[in-house]
């Protein structure tokens, strides 16, 4: 397949949670039938020339993946191109010598195509489950962060820990072929992470889940000017969101508002605010965060919203909900086939 | 009432970093401090509210006519108690489990949580207000009281001059202020509750406070 060259190289991604899909019968699927599910899913989108599948810890019911590097390892020995990527890996919570270790390993397995993706992630189950208090949350991202980026230098190395362990020397295993495990971090709206981001010279994935993409702008400029601080040299900056896209308009929002809804409520409840309206949800669909419609819309709205950001990457979180299984295809089919090469054509026309 | 030119924020997260841009807008000198060293903000106050100051919390405090509380609730030991004696307070804050951890380790069940601040602040004077908006809507939505279709602030508090000050700074942000009752009656506006979260013009702000 002929790509259309320009001189930046738009990246195009898919990111799943490992949503429990439902069947043609709409009956809730188990967790383990939408795992794999996401498994053929990743190899559809590999088919179609998508560049990245990204996929969320969770560790909630609604969620089926809460060991990405475990599905994306199936998903390597099945695809050629895709990159395989995190989205992200929750490592205050985690330990980063095995962070390396899983994601070093997944990078032999797939010949180079590990991505993680560290953040501090929306949710905090993670931090019971594994012993950890949440009340370190700032500390713990912030000393395993430097203790990652050491790590990454691949050469043995000396530590001294307070929320993680003392190293002596330590050589850690596989090292990579390329040298240096692709990372990135996940922000929400903190101004001080994207600073940090740019501090470890790690490139930036923006998560904008709501409310006009333009006000990230600034954030990509603070970022470009902190990375300049430091002296390295600004990496292309990433977006996520979320989205839908079926054939027509009517039709993608019809089905993607009570989905969404159900989401968005399940995570409203635990944290207090209210279930979401429709006025609301159409809002986010017109000018906001999210990416609902046919391919032509949708495609639009991505392009503007790149632009408007002055993002090179951009990943599109799909499956939200219980979503039917054959909707979920179609709409990686309509991305794969029709969103992203219109989407490459509208920032070439400019 | 005060005549507020000064305004400081402790917090320079997406909530302070969010009312320091607006603040500028209105043309108020404003004042933000993080945890620490203003080293670590002055960037990013510098790129994404240009114009306003990165201070230490202290000094924010102690130069700014009032100060608006916009960082975590389970930090609040760190305010500085004594710079903000006799000062108006503005409480942003809330408690919110994914940060803070349980509510019950942290504040009483009998009281809101700005009660509790006022409690822990015995000589300011804490008004509530401008928590219930999420960051990303205060941002998109903030517009001159001339234009149509502008969203409401709640504000609770017990002295009225109080009131006024802070009704008149939320104005000047670009939102229409709703005052809702005495400093305890902001418990309408915790999460959990109907009005929480709410990006909402007046009349629907106050339909959802009372229900
Ligand atoms: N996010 C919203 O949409 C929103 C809306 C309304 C109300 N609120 C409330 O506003 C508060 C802040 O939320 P956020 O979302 O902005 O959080 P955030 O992005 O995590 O930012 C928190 C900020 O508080 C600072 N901070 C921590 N300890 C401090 C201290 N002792 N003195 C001064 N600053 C301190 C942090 O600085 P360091 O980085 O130096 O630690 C950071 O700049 C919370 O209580 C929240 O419930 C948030």
């Known amino acids: 397949m002929k790509k259309t060259t320009t001189s930046t190289p738009y990246l195009f991604g898919l990111d799943s949670f490992g949503d429990l899909a439902t069947d043609s019968h709409s009956k809730l699927m188990s967790h383990a039938a939408s795992i794999r599910l996401v498994i053929d899913e990743a190899v559809l989108a590999d088919k179609l020339g998508v560049d990245i599948i990204a996929l969320g810890e969770h560790h909630r019911e609604e969620f089926a993946i809460s060991s990405p590097e475990m599905v994306l390892s199936a998903i390597a020995s099945k695809t050629k191109n895709i990159k395989l990527a995190s989205g992200v890996t929750v490592l205050s919570s985690d330990d980063p010598v095995r962070v390396y270790e899983r994601f070093a390993t997944l990078d032999a397995v797939s010949g180079g195509r590990a991505q993680v993706i560290l953040g501090r992630g929306s949710f905090t189950e993670s931090f019971p489950l594994f012993g950890y208090d949440l009340r370190d949350y700032e500390e713990l991202f912030e000393e395993k962060v430097e203790l990652f980026s050491k790590l990454l230098t691949e050469k043995p190395i000396t530590w001294e820990g307070t929320h993680t362990q003392s190293l002596d020397k330590a050589d850690i295993f596989p090292k990579t072929e390329s040298g240096r495990l692709a990372t990135y971090v996940g922000v929400g709206g903190s101004p001080n992470s994207v600073v940090r981001a740019a501090a470890y010279d790690f490139p930036l994935v923006l998560a904008i889940i709501g409310g006009s993409p333009d006000r990230f702008a600034p954030y990509v400029d603070l970022y470009k000017r902190a990375a300049e601080q430091f002296d390295h040299t600004p990496h292309p900056v990433g977006m996520h969101s979320p989205g839908f896209i079926a054939d027509t308009d009517e039709q993608a929002i019809e089905l993607a508002f009570p989905l969404f809804k159900e989401a968005m409520d399940k995570v409203g409840e635990s944290r207090g605010w209210q279930p979401m309206t429709k006025q609301h949800f159409m809002n986010e669909v017109k000018g906001g965060s999210m990416y609902v419609g046919s391919p032509e819309t949708v495609a639009k709205k991505i392009a503007k919203s790149m632009k408007a950001v002055g993002a090179e990457r951009f990943d599109l979180v799909y499956g939200f909900g219980p979503m039917k299984a054959s909707d979920r295809y179609r709409m990686i089919e309509l991305y794969g086939k029709e969103v992203i090469p219109r989407v490459r054509e509208l920032l070439a026309g400019e | ?211």
Do not use: C
């Not at chain 2, 997260?13 to 807008?25: P, V």
């Not at chain 2, 942290?106 to 009281?111: A, F, G, N, T």
């Not at chain 2, 001159?144 to 009704?167: C, E, F, H, Y």
């Open chain 2, 1 to 211: 009432m005060v005549a507020v030119k000064t305004i400081g924020i402790l917090g320079a997260g997406k909530l302070g970093i969010t009312l320091a841009q607006l603040a500028r807008k209105a043309g108020y000198k404003v004042y933000v401090a993080g945890s620490g060293d203003p080293e670590k903000i002055a960037l990013s106050v510098q790129v994404l509210a240009p114009g306003a100051h990165a201070v230490r919390s202290k000094d924010a405090a102690r130069i700014s006519d009032i100060v608006v509380l916009a960082m975590p609730l389970g930090k609040y030991r760190k305010i500085p108690v004594d710079t903000l004696e006799g000062k108006l307070v503005v409480d942003a804050m809330n408690h919110w489990w994914e940060v803070d951890g349980p509510r019950d380790d942290l504040l009483s069940s009998d009281m809101s949580s700005s009660e509790a601040m006022q409690e822990f602040l015995p000589n300011s004077r804490v008004v509530k207000a401008l928590n219930h908006m999420g960051y990303h809507d205060l941002h998109d939505e903030a517009r001159p009281a001339t234009m149509p279709g502008r969203k409401a602030i709640a504000v609770a508090g017990d002295v009225q001059a109080d009131i006024d000050t802070v009704s008149q700074i939320i104005n000047a942000l670009g939102f229409d202020p709703l005052y809702i009752g005495v400093l305890s009656t902001g418990r309408a506006l915790e999460p959990g509750h109907p009005a929480f979260g709410a990006d909402e013009n007046k009349t629907a702000l106050l339909q959802l406070v009372s229900r």
